[in-house]
């Protein structure tokens, strides 16, 4: 296996070139397609007509307040803009097809193309600036994180540094006060691909220039406010709420560049509506409270009693989901979202990986609860697992290949490569523990694209 | 139905009357002890309406169950009651005069310098001090400029005068219990002296201590015992402290003595990251303690003792406060550590929680000064105030002429309260104290009197980096004591150089190492700066310009004589 590498080959490739990776997914017929064209292109002329009528409004504004330096970018739609493509190859099986260009096209456009204007997010937008400082649990709105748009109208969210790649998780802080870091969600990204699920959107790391690329071209007074000179010459900018709990103090750039991870935004809920349903497995976000299925073994006997997780792929889901979450040591996975377009049978998008990655040390065995108490894992994830614990395609390798391709580069320690890798095995234990008490046949379940795989 | 209505309005007016009943009682001194004999159950009520906030209250409630878990010494409770005599007493006799005289002598710094106990270092034993054979820190007090003495005092020149003042003393901090407990009133005690100054809580002699220039004696023996008291007596309540910005706790011990409690924020070798701002840094518990030692080893005497303390969170916090508040903010953390993070405006959330290791806490037990309904206390905005504005600057930061308009202002145009902010910011700049936005005096002094150091909890923040702005209100008055520029000259030469006498008065605390080495040197640094910008001062102005001769007052002359 060595002698692999020093070939020169990437061993990333041999992973992808692999059979199991080449499963051919039924072809996809238009109403199994997320987005049609003419739809997505009528309702982005659309937006873009009333960004430019915006536009036009607050330039007009900001003449009168001639104190303010604002950068105008020029805007362009492209048709065939990577971003675009990425939406419109939506299906229900998953984000993106493994061969698909525009991925990576949007990968790179996120790391290179100027950032025409930044702006709170929805969910922060929505508390509307009230601040409940006596609240434990920060809702998600309180985080630091920003929407980009790029000159050809692509959207991100931009999530900045704050932790280094050394630090890890204080051994008193609990899942739901841990910090969001933003190699976590560039990792999330490239461990979803190469466990070939693609449920995560294309996410990226970037360099920002927080001074020319989010403060100079925001257009809220608000997120303007939050921007100040530190006493080491510094831009900082703070996530209102925390600053003023004084939960958190500002992130600061040197002096304005900041990393940070940009992560492509997913059609607009009007055209692709996707629903937020709590996990069964939910943590109880509390200092002492348990939920059930923490002290009750049979847990998984009643969710597979509830709709929907009576019936089809729904709770296979959910444990590959787990797996994913053991990977990363994410325990923050309190809901997951899906298109309504699918239905039931549609996969479950695997957003908001930030919190994952925060302590290499330690396993975090109850996240894995899904699997080990249900005891039934999709046969096309196993054997994908399976592969990537050989020697050959060893998942740390596979990982530290992929990060490499980003500009952030390292993304993630050595401990924690290496910390994947551990889980995997204790992941293909949970399994094997799961046959021998009840067979083969029960725990490992033949998804549609058993067939194939074998065949190759 | 209207007829039940009615009735309830008059039990509402009944229910009123009686709560401003309650109220005028209290608020009528003459009528306070009858008022404590009635509402005795109604210690909420009570508290709200004592001037000087609910920890009294606290100490209050928790007094008779220390009283009843068994008080110590008899004596010293009867003696607290009332500083009159008490005829059963076994103590040896004394006369009024004797007891002023005890209170002055330990207050007083002795012409007789020579004798042994004024060699003795102050804070504890110094055992592993004398490693490498003498120990630099008695050198240093044995210096003559450690030897100036003290004008003679007067009856204004003291906080308290032993005799009428402390009579107040447990009515004022609440623990009318005492009373009760023992059954007999104070008419009942016939007023002729036999009690003495030493017999008193070593709290209560320290406040006793407290003169118009300075809060303890050089070789105050109540300053080692105060210390000791600080760490091991038995903490009996705890409570939050309101409307500072981080959070501190008021501890109460079983002499009934308080202090306030800094909790550990950051480790040692952690330093403010650069991008923070002087009012959102942490404060550090020890740097309260270092402020301390460094106060003395400048002779400035103006920080109330400080010790450090490991406190266990479960028996000595959380099991013994009854502020639901506090108890609330208790948990488990993943790693199994009791952690709690308490209320307050600043870095009171889980995310700041403070854990133990898995329920011992290190903190700064900094001994209370007297309670502001005996002594009154005056705060001054300091003229170098910063702006406490990420954007915005001060004045003094853009008029490099602001000195000669403070000089004109009062206080500042007479006296030594210029000097004395001088002296202030010497001592802010080897800490790298940012944060000196006002001072305190005690009201009954005037304007002849020294100024308090309180609050240094955000010095020792940086050790790479010397805030030169800190030294502002020097560069620009260009003024200083002689008796500091002295000891500034004396403290740079090697055999008395700061770092190794702080390093030294430091190893006493039991939270030693208190500072890590970078800290110690970096005050050597600092005070090389200070020598610089006086010198910078000399040249510009002329050395009778700059120091002002504090050693040549006509009560010092005479006094220093006799050495």
Same mark, same amino acid.
């Given at each position: 296996?060595?002698?692999?590498?020093?070939?020169?080959?990437?061993?990333?490739?041999?992973?992808?070139?692999?059979?199991?990776?080449?499963?051919?997914?039924?072809?996809?017929?238009?109403? =199994?397609?997320?987005?049609?064209?003419?739809?997505?292109?009528?309702?982005?002329?659309?937006?873009?007509?009333?960004?430019?009528?915006?536009?036009?409004?607050?330039?007009?504004?900001?003449?009168?307040?001639?104190?303010?330096?604002?950068?105008?970018?020029?805007?362009?739609?492209?048709?065939?803009?990577?971003?675009?493509?990425?939406?419109?190859?939506?299906?229900?099986?998953?984000?993106?097809?493994?061969?698909?260009?525009?991925?990576?096209?949007?990968?790179?456009?996120?790391?290179?193309?100027?950032?025409?204007?930044?702006?709170?997010?929805?969910?922060?937008?929505?508390?509307?600036?009230?601040?409940?400082?006596?609240?434990?649990?920060?809702?998600?709105?309180?985080?630091?994180?920003?929407?980009?748009?790029?000159?050809?109208?692509?959207?991100?969210?931009?999530?900045?540094?704050?932790?280094?790649?050394? =630090?890890?998780?204080?051994?008193?802080? *609990?899942?739901?006060?841990?910090?969001?870091?933003?190699?976590?969600?560039?990792?999330?990204?490239?461990?979803?691909?190469?466990?070939?699920?693609?449920?995560?959107?294309?996410?990226?790391?970037?360099?920002?220039?927080?001074?020319?690329?989010?403060?100079?071209?925001?257009?809220?007074?608000?997120?303007?406010?939050?921007?100040?000179?530190?006493?080491?010459?510094?831009?900082?900018?703070?996530?209102?709420?925390?600053?003023?709990?004084?939960?958190?103090?500002?992130?600061?750039?040197?002096?304005?560049?900041?990393?940070?991870?940009?992560?492509?935004?997913?059609?607009?809920?009007?055209?692709?509506?996707?629903?937020?349903?709590?996990?069964?497995?939910?943590?109880?976000?509390? *200092?002492?409270?348990?939920?059930?299925?923490?002290?009750?073994?049979?847990?998984?006997?009643?969710?597979?009693?509830?709709?929907?997780?009576?019936?089809?792929?729904?709770?296979?889901?959910?444990?590959?989901?787990?797996?994913?979450?053991?990977?990363?040591?994410?325990?923050?996975?309190?809901?997951?979202?899906?298109?309504?377009?699918?239905?039931?049978?549609?996969?479950?998008?695997?957003?908001?990986?930030?919190?994952?990655?925060?302590?290499?040390?330690?396993?975090?065995?109850?996240?894995?609860?899904?699997?080990?108490?249900?005891?039934?894992?999709?046969?096309?994830?196993?054997?994908?697992?399976?592969?990537?614990?050989?020697?050959?395609?060893?998942?740390?390798?596979?990982?530290?290949?992929?990060?490499?391709?980003?500009?952030?580069?390292?993304?993630?320690?050595?401990?924690?490569?290496?910390?994947?890798?551990?889980?995997?095995?204790?992941?293909?234990?949970?399994?094997?523990?799961?046959?021998?008490?009840?067979?083969?046949?029960?725990?490992?379940?033949?998804?549609?694209?058993?067939?194939?795989?074998?065949?190759? | 139905?209207?007829?039940?209505?009615?009735?309830?309005?008059?039990?509402?007016?009944?229910?009123?009357?009686?709560?401003?009943?309650?109220?005028?009682?209290?608020?009528?001194?003459?009528?306070?002890?009858?008022?404590?004999?009635?509402?005795?159950?109604?210690?909420?009520?009570?508290?709200?309406?004592?001037? &000087?906030?609910?920890?009294?209250?606290?100490?209050?409630?928790?007094?008779?169950?220390? +009283?009843?878990?068994?008080?110590?010494?008899?004596?010293?409770?009867?003696?607290?009651?009332?500083?009159?005599?008490?005829?059963?007493?076994?103590?040896?006799? $004394?006369?009024?005069?004797?007891?002023?005289?005890?209170?002055?002598?330990?207050?007083?710094?002795?012409?007789?310098?020579?004798?042994?106990?004024?060699?003795? !270092?102050?804070?504890?034993?110094?055992?592993?001090?004398?490693?490498?054979?003498?120990?630099?820190?008695?050198?240093?007090?044995? $210096?003559?400029?450690?030897?100036?003495?003290?004008?003679?005092?007067?009856? &204004?020149?003291?906080?308290?005068?032993?005799?009428?003042?402390?009579?107040?003393?447990?009515? +004022?901090?609440?623990?009318?219990?005492?009373?009760?407990?023992?059954?007999?009133?104070?008419? #009942?005690?016939?007023?002729?002296?036999?009690?003495?100054?030493?017999?008193?809580?070593?709290?209560?002699?320290?406040?006793?201590?407290?003169?118009?220039?300075?809060?303890?004696?050089?070789?105050? !023996?109540?300053?080692?015992?105060?210390?000791?008291?600080?760490?091991?007596?038995?903490?009996?309540?705890?409570?939050?402290?309101?409307? &500072?910005?981080?959070?501190?706790?008021?501890?109460?011990?079983?002499?009934?003595?308080?202090?306030?409690?800094?909790?550990?924020?950051?480790?040692?070798?952690?330093?403010?990251?650069?991008?923070?701002?002087?009012?959102?840094?942490?404060?550090?518990?020890?740097?309260?303690?270092?402020?301390?030692?460094?106060?003395?080893?400048?002779?400035?005497?103006?920080?109330?003792?400080?010790?450090?303390?490991?406190?266990?969170?479960?028996?000595?916090?959380?099991?013994?406060?009854?502020?639901?508040?506090?108890?609330?903010?208790?948990?488990?953390?993943?790693?199994?550590?009791?952690?709690?993070?308490?209320?307050?405006?600043?870095?009171?959330?889980?995310? $700041?929680?403070?854990?133990?290791?898995? #329920?011992?806490?290190? &903190?700064?037990?900094?001994?209370?000064?007297?309670?502001?309904?005996?002594?009154?206390?005056?705060?001054?905005?300091?003229?170098?105030?910063?702006?406490?504005?990420?954007?915005?600057?001060?004045?003094?930061?853009?008029?490099?002429?602001?000195? #000669?308009?403070?000089?004109?202002?009062?206080?500042?145009?007479? /006296?030594?309260?210029?000097?004395?902010?001088?002296?202030?910011?010497?001592?802010?700049?080897?800490? /790298?104290?940012?944060?000196?936005?006002?001072?305190?005096?005690?009201?009954?002094?005037?304007?002849?009197?020294?100024?308090?150091?309180?609050?240094?909890?955000?010095?020792?923040?940086?050790?790479?980096? #010397?805030?030169?702005?800190?030294?502002?209100?020097?560069?620009?008055?260009?003024?200083?004591?002689?008796?500091?520029?002295?000891?500034?000259?004396?403290?740079?030469?090697?055999?008395?150089?700061?770092?190794?006498?702080?390093?030294?008065?430091?190893?006493?605390?039991?939270?030693?190492?208190?500072?890590?080495?970078?800290?110690?040197?970096?005050?050597?640094?600092?005070?090389?700066?200070?020598?610089?910008?006086?010198?910078?001062?000399?040249?510009?102005?002329?050395?009778?310009?700059?120091?002002?001769?504090?050693?040549?007052?006509?009560?010092?002359?005479?006094?220093?004589?006799?050495?």
């Amino acid at each position: 296996t060595r002698r692999e590498t020093k070939d020169g080959g990437s061993k990333l490739e041999k992973l992808f070139s692999h059979p199991l990776y080449n499963i051919q997914t039924p072809a996809v017929g238009p109403e =199994e397609k997320l987005l049609q064209e003419e739809q997505l292109s009528e309702y982005v002329k659309k937006k873009v007509t009333r960004w430019e009528r915006h536009m036009k409004l607050y330039s007009e504004a900001a003449v009168a307040l001639s104190n303010i330096t604002l950068i105008q970018h020029k805007m362009t739609l492209d048709p065939k803009a990577s971003w675009l493509r990425f939406h419109l190859g939506i299906n229900r099986y998953a984000l993106y097809s493994r061969d698909d260009p525009a991925v990576p096209q949007l990968l790179r456009d996120m790391q290179r193309m100027t950032i025409a204007n930044a702006d709170y997010t929805q969910d922060e937008k929505a508390l509307k600036g009230a601040c409940d400082c006596s609240q434990v649990v920060k809702p998600s709105g309180h985080h630091l994180k920003l929407a980009l748009k790029m000159t050809n109208y692509a959207k991100a969210m931009f999530k900045p540094m704050r932790q280094q790649r050394h =630090e890890e998780t204080p051994e008193d802080f *609990f899942y739901f006060v841990d910090f969001q870091r933003h190699n976590a969600e560039i990792a999330a990204f490239h461990l979803d691909r190469i466990l070939d699920f693609r449920r995560v959107p294309p996410v990226a790391g970037r360099l920002v220039n927080i001074t020319g690329e989010v403060l100079e071209v925001t257009h809220t007074e608000d997120l303007r406010a939050v921007f100040f000179t530190s006493p080491a010459n510094n831009t900082c900018f703070f996530a209102k709420c925390l600053y003023v709990c004084k939960t958190e103090y500002a992130v600061c750039g040197t002096p304005d560049l900041l990393e940070g991870s940009l992560s492509a935004y997913l059609p607009g809920l009007t055209i692709a509506p996707r629903i937020s349903i709590p996990n069964p497995w939910i943590r109880s976000y509390s *200092f002492t409270g348990r939920e059930e299925w923490e002290v009750n073994p049979f847990y998984c006997d009643s969710v597979k009693q509830m709709y929907p997780y009576n019936s089809g792929n729904r709770l296979l889901n959910i444990i590959d989901m787990s797996i994913f979450d053991f990977l990363t040591g994410n325990m923050d996975r309190h809901h997951y979202e899906i298109f309504t377009k699918f239905g039931d049978e549609g996969f479950l998008l695997h957003l908001d990986n930030a919190r994952g990655f925060g302590r290499h040390a330690q396993d975090v065995m109850s996240i894995l609860a899904p699997l080990t108490q249900c005891c039934m894992i999709k046969r096309s994830t196993l054997l994908r697992l399976q592969l990537l614990a050989q020697p050959a395609f060893r998942l740390s390798d596979m990982m530290r290949e992929s990060l490499q391709g980003d500009p952030l580069w390292p993304i993630l320690t050595e401990p924690h490569l290496q910390a994947m890798d551990r889980r995997l095995h204790k992941v293909l234990k949970a399994v094997r523990q799961c046959v021998r008490r009840l067979g083969e046949d029960e725990v490992i379940i033949k998804d549609f694209v058993k067939s194939t795989a074998e065949s190759g | 139905m209207i007829l039940f209505r009615k009735f309830r309005v008059l039990i509402l007016m009944v229910f009123l009357v009686a709560c401003t009943m309650h109220i005028m009682i209290d608020l009528l001194p003459k009528l306070e002890k009858r008022a404590a004999g009635t509402d005795g159950g109604d210690g909420g009520c009570q508290c709200a309406h004592h001037p &000087g906030a609910e920890t009294q209250g606290w100490g209050k409630q928790r007094a008779k169950s220390a +009283a009843e878990a068994g008080w110590p010494n008899k004596h010293t409770l009867r003696i607290l009651q009332d500083f009159s005599n008490e005829p059963n007493s076994n103590l040896t006799s $004394h006369s009024l005069e004797k007891i002023t005289a005890a209170g002055d002598t330990a207050r007083r710094m002795r012409p007789s310098a020579g004798k042994a106990q004024d060699h003795k !270092p102050l804070l504890g034993d110094s055992s592993g001090v004398h490693d490498h054979g003498v120990s630099k820190l008695t050198a240093l007090f044995g $210096h003559p400029l450690y030897k100036i003495a003290l004008p003679a005092l007067t009856d &204004g020149d003291t906080l308290f005068n032993v005799n009428t003042d402390i009579r107040l003393y447990p009515k +004022a901090t609440g623990n009318q219990e005492w009373h009760n407990e023992e059954g007999n009133a104070e008419e #009942d005690l016939s007023p002729t002296g036999e009690a003495t100054a030493e017999s008193y809580p070593n709290w209560l002699r320290f406040h006793i201590g407290i003169n118009r220039f300075e809060l303890y004696g050089r070789h105050n !023996p109540v300053l080692d015992a105060l210390l000791r008291d600080l760490v091991t007596q038995r903490i009996t309540s705890v409570a939050m402290k309101s409307g &500072g910005t981080q959070l501190k706790l008021i501890m109460t011990f079983e002499n009934y003595g308080q202090a306030l409690f800094k909790p550990m924020k950051q480790t040692r070798d952690q330093e403010t990251p650069p991008d923070f701002f002087y009012f959102s840094d942490f404060e550090r518990h020890n740097a309260e303690i270092a402020a301390f030692h460094l106060d003395r080893i400048l002779d400035f005497r103006r920080v109330p003792p400080v010790a450090g303390r490991l406190v266990n969170m479960t028996r000595e916090i959380r099991d013994v406060t009854r502020d639901k508040k506090l108890w609330r903010t208790f948990f488990i953390s993943p790693a199994n550590n009791v952690c709690f993070y308490g209320e307050c405006s600043y870095y009171c959330s889980t995310e $700041h929680a403070l854990c133990g290791k898995p #329920d011992q806490i290190e &903190g700064s037990l900094a001994a209370f000064l007297p309670d502001l309904n005996l002594a009154k206390r005056k705060t001054w905005r300091n003229p170098w105030r910063r702006s406490y504005h990420k954007r915005k600057k001060a004045e003094w930061e853009v008029d490099p002429d602001y000195c #000669d308009e403070v000089k004109q202002t009062p206080p500042y145009d007479r /006296g030594t309260r210029l000097l004395d902010i001088m002296d202030m910011t010497i001592f802010d700049f080897l800490m /790298g104290n940012m944060d000196r936005h006002h001072y305190e005096t005690f009201e009954k002094f005037g304007n002849d009197t020294f100024i308090i150091h309180l609050d240094n909890g955000r010095g020792f923040g940086k050790h790479s980096h #010397d805030e030169m702005s800190i030294l502002v209100p020097l560069s620009q008055c260009c003024r200083v004591k002689k008796s500091t520029y002295l000891r500034l000259q004396l403290l740079v030469k090697e055999e008395y150089r700061l770092s190794s006498l702080m390093e030294e008065s430091l190893l006493r605390d039991r939270l030693s190492p208190v500072l890590i080495q970078p800290h110690l040197q970096a005050m050597d640094r600092r005070l090389r700066l200070v020598l610089q910008v006086i010198e910078g001062c000399l040249d510009k102005e002329g050395y009778d310009n700059v120091v002002e001769d504090d050693l040549v007052g006509d009560t010092s002359t005479h006094r220093s004589g006799g050495q």
